[in-house]
């Protein structure tokens, strides 16, 4: 097994299993070293501290966000954030992490109407920012309804999130969050993640209900481009040079690959079912996708696309994240 990270000799991926824990995959032998069985939590959403020492992770069962040790899987601190915990970045010294205080939680009973994920009436979303220090909440952000993707400018200065339920994208200051505009999109359009360019002049968004993803000057915040997809895109992120644009269709079980500045398609590949999410190497020769329902990560070669392997014995995989830290999904640039 590799010798960890804090020794230098390798690299390691960390992947959210909601009936499994936290495994963590070798990149050295492509192999899955361990696994860190907090499934009791029911995990998804992972970010990592700058020097990989410690992962935070959004818990539903527990609606709270843990700090764990990377080295031995042990939680070492706790804070309650609220119903529904999902997204989470951490960003500038503190850990943003989405959740929605409105949701009634569970289906209805016997009898009971179906409920509207997209009731206006309901309380929206909020974005709890966590101080990485005291690891305490210092305050949430009150968001759109369903808030789903997060992402930073590259001046460091906003923070801008998908709200699936009212089909916007809101923006706040960063810290502070004091809300600065809210972006319409299409209506039912349910927009998922949003990535910032390499040249940090656009935002890219992927609409899940309509096959889509937009484009977004960054100054006007106004749809410059729209582009066809695959079913339900929802992971999106450029590879590490800037010169492609990866689409995880989910529902269509593809990966779709598109020019970084012209955003014209050039590639589909076959890949498991509701990957959502993704993130390159750190040396940025792979693509490890986290395919839930495929109970695996795939992992592709980053220039050919084609199926290296898959890591099996990861049920409901979430995400994925590495370390040292590389393009993704659901990391930034």
Known sequence: MCGGHRAGRCTEAYVTSESAGVGVID???????????????????????????????????????????????????????GKNPEFVRVFGGYVYVTYEPGESGGPPKPGEPKKDDDDANSPPAEIA?????????????????????????????????????????????????????????????????????????????????????????????????????????YGISFDPSGQHLIVAAARDKTLQVFDGKTYAHTKDIAVGQRCWHFSFTPDGSKILFACGRSNAVYVLDASTYQEVKQIGDLPLAWGVVTYPPSAGSIVGR
């Open 27 to 81: 990149l050295d032998g492509l192999s899955l070293a361990k696994t860190f069985d907090i499934s009791k939590d029911r995990p998804r959403g992972l970010g990592l501290n700058k020097d990989g020492t410690r992962f935070y992770v959004a818990n539903k069962a527990t609606a709270d966000l843990s700090e764990i040790d990377t080295s031995t899987g042990k939680v070492t601190r706790r804070v309650k954030i």
């Open 129 to 233: 920012i966590v101080d990485l220090k005291t690891m305490k909440v210092t305050h949430s952000v009150k968001s759109g309804h369903e808030t789903e993707g997060m992402e930073f400018s590259s001046d460091g200065k906003l923070m801008l999130v998908t709200n699936e339920g009212d089909d916007t994208v809101s923006v706040y200051r960063v810290v502070s969050g004091k809300p600065v505009r809210t972006v319409k999109l299409p209506k039912g359009s349910r927009p998922r993640e949003i990535k910032e360019s390499p040249d940090g002049r656009q935002y890219v968004v992927t609409l899940e209900n309509t096959n889509k993803f937009v484009v977004l000057d960054a100054v006007s915040m106004k749809i410059t481009q729209t582009v066809d997809t695959k079913t339900g895109p």
